[in-house]
């Protein structure tokens, strides 16, 4: 893929990775506002940005840390990741990196992060080393590596491969890719159902889901959608996913792999998260805002005004 056109994907969306598991409701969405140069902290329950933090380099995928203090942010212009502390606002480093950092997902036991190299068919893995977060190797993927889940042992990762049409599956002790999935055409996000064996996928020029059987490691299903999938967030027995194109989320059953209903939301959605209490947030690309969905009534709570280009693909409730 030519660098522009690898940059005009990054720009048209991006990645989800492994929806965490949380205890409660989410009081705050950290949104990457790719256009606007900064990560915004949003107060869920006042509706409102209450902080926003400069970073540069056109800041897209998110990854936060298991205890949900700090966030691993990739700059996919600016070649390389960006730790925050969310608690004191502020930039703590960042890592350089080369070619296109995309997606990035944290191991759920803490010290290790994965990032996606758009451009090198290959995954970044950085680990803490005295409490500062350093590279450590690099792990062998299909070509333009999108998004990452992480199995919640931390020993299987999953890598949504856009343009191979596949998914990697990774042994993380050794760092090695130990078996490759078909898929629909460019899958992009990846969202793991650990206690199903299940993975989902939104391949965005098939405008589908690919449905992954974990443990025969094959596809078993595809479930129509809007134009250009791109995110799927799990809720309630139900997924849901962006339909870029369309402007809306497409809600499905996880049981009978059927569409139940299209739900208009902004212009341009991308990240989505669900939390605890079954709410929906979805970021959107294209007029600068946050909808709140409810996963059970599919009706839109609220949306709340971001900064200029939200995207927040990956982990971003805390």
């Known amino acids: 893929m030519n660098p522009a056109r690898g940059r005009a994907a990054l720009a048209a969306g991006l990645v989800l990775v492994a929806t965490a598991s949380r205890a409660e409701p989410a009081r705050e969405a950290i949104v990457t506002a790719q256009l606007g140069g900064a990560v915004e902290i949003v107060d869920l329950a006042a509706g409102k940005v209450v902080r926003r933090i400069p970073v540069d380099g056109?800041?897209?995928?998110?990854?936060?840390?298991?205890?949900?203090?700090?966030?691993?942010?990739?700059?996919?212009?600016?070649?390389?990741?960006?730790?925050?502390?969310?608690d004191a606002g502020t930039v703590l480093s960042e890592v350089p990196l080369p070619g296109g950092p995309l997606g990035v997902a944290a191991d759920p036991r803490g010290g290790t992060i994965y990032v996606a190299d758009w451009y090198g068919n290959r995954l970044f893995v950085l680990t803490e080393r005295d409490g500062t977060l350093v590279p450590d190797g690099e792990i062998a993927v299909g070509a333009s590596p999108s998004g990452i889940a992480?199995?919640?042992?931390?020993?299987?990762?999953?890598?949504?491969n856009r343009e191979a049409d596949t998914v990697s599956v990774v042994d993380a002790a050794s760092r090695?890719?130990?078996?490759v999935i078909p898929?629909?055409?460019?899958?992009?996000?990846?969202?793991?159902?650990?206690?199903?064996?299940?993975?989902?996928?939104?391949?965005?020029?098939?405008?589908d889901v690919s449905v992954l059987d974990l443990e025969t490691a094959r596809e078993i299903g595809r479930?129509?959608?809007?134009?250009?999938?791109?995110?799927?967030?799990?809720?309630g027995g139900r997924g849901f996913v962006t339909d870029q194109y369309?402007?809306?989320v497409t809600a499905f059953d996880l049981a009978t792999l059927k569409p139940i209903a299209d739900v208009d939301v902004g212009d341009h959605p991308e990240g989505i998260a669900a939390d605890p209490d079954g709410r929906l947030y979805v970021a959107n690309w294209g007029d600068n805002t946050?909808?709140?969905?409810?996963?059970?009534?599919?009706?839109?709570?609220?949306?709340?005004?971001t900064g200029n280009g939200p995207?927040?693909?990956?982990?971003?409730l805390r």
């Open 223 to 235: 479930i129509p959608t809007g134009r250009r999938p791109y995110v799927i967030a799990l809720a």
């Open 311 to 316: 995207r927040s693909f990956g982990a971003f």
């Open 58 to 86: 056109a800041p897209a995928g998110i990854a936060l840390s298991p205890d949900r203090r700090r966030a691993y942010v990739t700059r996919p212009e600016g070649h390389g990741l960006a730790i925050l502390d969310l």
């Open 183 to 207: 898929v629909g055409q460019h899958p992009f996000g990846i969202t793991l159902d650990a206690a199903a064996g299940r993975a989902y996928t939104a391949n965005v020029t098939g405008d």
């Open 176 to 179: 090695r890719e130990t078996k």
């Open 290 to 305: 946050l909808s709140v969905l409810d996963s059970r009534t599919l009706k839109v709570l609220a949306t709340i005004p």
């Open 150 to 160: 992480v199995s919640p042992d931390g020993a299987t990762l999953y890598v949504a």
């Open 246 to 248: 369309a402007g809306s």
